[in-house]
């Protein structure tokens, strides 16, 4: 995967939004560019407002960026039109969001199942049950996202982007509502699918000691990248 | 506190919390204001168009000259004064001469309607505003006819000479009444003297008529029935014409039920637009009361902010209503000639206190379960307000709906009606919803993985989607209520006069000349010839005891008793009339003989099934048992009688007939011709009248029309609530779902399987409600055939799949059109 160039300004206030620009926009991002090899494991870390997140999402192409590109398997992804990047998603990509993005009338199981059902995958029960077992909530497959709590609202999450064994997998603080056990035990799953299957990581954290197990950490500041180790 | 709230209600309506609220009071409040001003505007305008068939507002007749002390009285109110009276008297022309039933006039007759005059005989004629001039009368078509004058002629009338001079062609109050059998002539009542007709012992009626304003009517009406004297009566609109006063009638109801549809539509868009701010408001609740607010504290700002809400809203819906009313009296000055009365201050009121009642009576529960939201919610999303309480409270909602109702039925029997059929429509449409849901969700095991996915949605959240089913069923049931039955209803209404209703009748038609008469009317193209026996009686006794006029204290019953009631003997029921109670003639009534009753006259004269009748008729009396009381339809024109008895029973007493027929278009001398050839008969035409009353009876139609538009309006807005409550939720799921790789078109499957679904059911709910309430309002209240109409059980399912689907598109849309990032940054 290749970034060259990406920046997102976003206007201020509804009414700069088709003004001169400058003086009330906000520099979200600023000329980003990085290169991940498949199979590599890369931490993003950087302060509170300083753009993982959205950053992460231009590398999924859930958001769209002012200016620069992304290839994606060979593929650019804003080259292609939202129906494109969708299915370049559903083929290669893995998602978890900081805030979950669980639907709150499917339960936990179901909400594990959607990949796969959308994928059109037969056995989608049983390998999201499976998933979830994975993850500690055998028990709670039938909850409701609302009736679980943050760690494990977080958890189905990560379920949920396993769950298609995904090449290339971003995760938004997968650990940030995680007590240390079960956090490590998070991590070391996305480590064991690093290993097994090769598939990329790219990992936005706070926390060093992860940050210390990826191959590569990359600090953003002021919505640039301010070093790389 | 106060300046708080306030700061909030501007916060929420920043962050766009408050629209669908604030659109929903204000339309409701708009709704509800424009449907009363211009009810109440329509109904005063309507109440005075059919005066005209008086002529003027009230109507004073008397068989001798008024006293001065009743004319003064009049223009001493301020009220408008017009002069007539009428005789039958002989008129002259070159060697033609023929029986006239004049009418002079003062100027500014008639007070109510407009007279209109052709320049000629088969010309075009126009409304007119003038009388015959001093020296000039005006004769109506047959007259012109039958003495062979044009306009300008010499006409003889008693001891003076006119000149002949327009041809009268409408007179907005002639009205059926055997002295205007013959044909009209109208002079000025300053030329009566000349002719010295007018001596003591001839038979003239004297009119008095009045106009003006309601209250200064109604206190006239008061005064002068004080003083009314032998031979004097006063005419107002309730016993003017039964034909005019049951379109009136039938008018108002309509009018009033709209205005009831409208607030029951308001107060579901109201209740769904607050279900959706406490539903949205619940995080925020739980927070402050983390941040230490007491609970008492929340509610009150949060009643505070919902107050301001309400009168900032209502103000706005009544500066709506009042806007779009005066656009329609506008547009309806084409349709109802004279300006329409000023509108009052009550519905600037109704609608405020709409407005408020109903925010109040729909978010205060709510906002009291609020109260009840444990700060535990910020952490615990599932802990929400107790279950049970909340149908308790709703109560609330639903008394103030009730109380609103009963304001605006002014009766508890209808309010009850309405509020009833509405709650058992909710039930029903709930019950059968979520029973479909279950049945379709289990059913439908098979398919596609976006159908599949999509009917199992329906299961996932099976109350919001019964909600939603409700609601848009509750919504499409008034709109198909509103375009498809209304129009029917009016069909069915219209339909009452058919065109080949008969327009002449015939009275004293000898035995011994049907036949011949017959005859004759078939040589001239006249078809469906009706004839009756008629046979004079006064009814003399109830149970074997005498009856008279002291009997009863009721004006009209004194009058009808102590004249002679026209019977016919008939075997079979008349097709317009229809039994109330105990059962047409039977084989052994037939023998026996029996009497049926008019349901009015039944009333009046506390008349039952069971009941012996004595009648005197000719010096012989007959009694016979009341077997049924029957229901005229007084809008059909045709012979109608009061008492019908099998024929055994009165065919040896004399009769003379009578007879209906419609007339063939285009002759207009036939009228003439018959009373030549038979110069017993009495011919009386009603053409004018069929022609008046269809004329009536379609500005009213056009004016209610008007009226429906507003509860349209409401209906549509409670479809827009009911679809925005989801429209969230769906964009949601559809920019998770687009995040998780699904293509545009999954995403739409998904959705399109549960929305036809959904949308079907709606609309066959939809379909359901509104027939049902077309039939009741057809057969129970306007008592008019139900036209079934096959149609609506298409429109209803395409209408409920067209919302839904439009409700998918537009929350798909927002996913669909944007980076899922985007949208989902709108909708948390
Ligand atoms: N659509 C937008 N409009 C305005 N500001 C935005 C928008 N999206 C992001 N921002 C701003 O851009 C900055 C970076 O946001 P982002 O979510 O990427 O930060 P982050 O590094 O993930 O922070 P955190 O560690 O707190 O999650 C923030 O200041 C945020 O307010
Ligand atoms: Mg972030």
Redesign the pocket.
Known sequence: MQAAGLS?V???NETSANGTPGADE?V??QDISLKVMPGEAVAIV????????????LLAGLDTPSSGQVRLDGADLFGLDEDGRAALRARLLGFVF?SFQLLPALNALENVMLPLELAGEAAAANRAAKMLERVGLAERLRHYPKTLSGGEQQRVALARAFVTQPKLLLA??PTGNLDAATGAGVIDLMFELNAERGTTLLL?T?DEAIASRCGRKIR?AG?RIDGEA | MLRLALRMLLRDWRAGELRVLALALVLAVGGVASVAFFADRVRQALTREAHQVLGADMLMTADHAWAPEFRDEIVRRGLQRAESMNFVSMVRAGNETLLAAVKAVTPGYPLRGRLRIAPGLNLPDADTDAVPPRGTVWLDERMMAALKVRPGDAIELGRARFRAGAVLTLEPDRGVSFMNFAPRLMMQLDDLPATRLVQPGSRISYQLLAAGEREGIRQLEQWTRARLGRGERVDSLDNARPEVRAGLDRAQSFLGLTAMLAVVLSAVAIALGTRRYTQRHLDGYAVMRCLGAAQSQLFALFAWEFLLLALAASFAGCALGFVVQNLVAWWLAALIPGTLPPPGPAPVLQGAATGLVLLLGFALPPLLQLKEVPALRVIRRDVGPPRQAALAVYIVGLAAVFGLLLWQAGELKLASYVFGGFAAAFGIFAAIGYGALQLIGRLGRTGSISWRYGLANLLRRPRANAVQIVAIAVGLTAVLLLTLIRGDLLDAWRGRLPPDAPDRFLVNIQPEQRQTLAEFLERNGVKRLQTFPMVRARLVAINGKPVGAEDYSDERARRQIEREFNLTYLSELPSENKITEGAWFGPEDLEHGAVSVEHWIAERFGIRPGDALEFLSAGRSFSAPVTSVRKLDWDSMRPNFFFITTPALLEDFPASYVASFRAPAGDALLTLRLSQAFPNLTVIDVSVILRQVQMVMDQLIGAVQLVFLFALGAGVLVLYAALLATQDERTHEAAVMRALGASRAQVLAAQRAEFAVLGAIAGLLGSLGATAIGWTLATRVFQLDFIWNGWIWLAGPALGLACIVLNAWAGARAALSRPP??AL?EVI
Do not use: F, N, W, Y
């Open positions: 997102k976003v206007p201020l906000l979200i991002l950087g302060a509170s407002g300083s753009g993982k997140s959205t950053l992460l999402g900081q938004d603080e936005v706070h953003l919505g | 990032m985007a940054r």
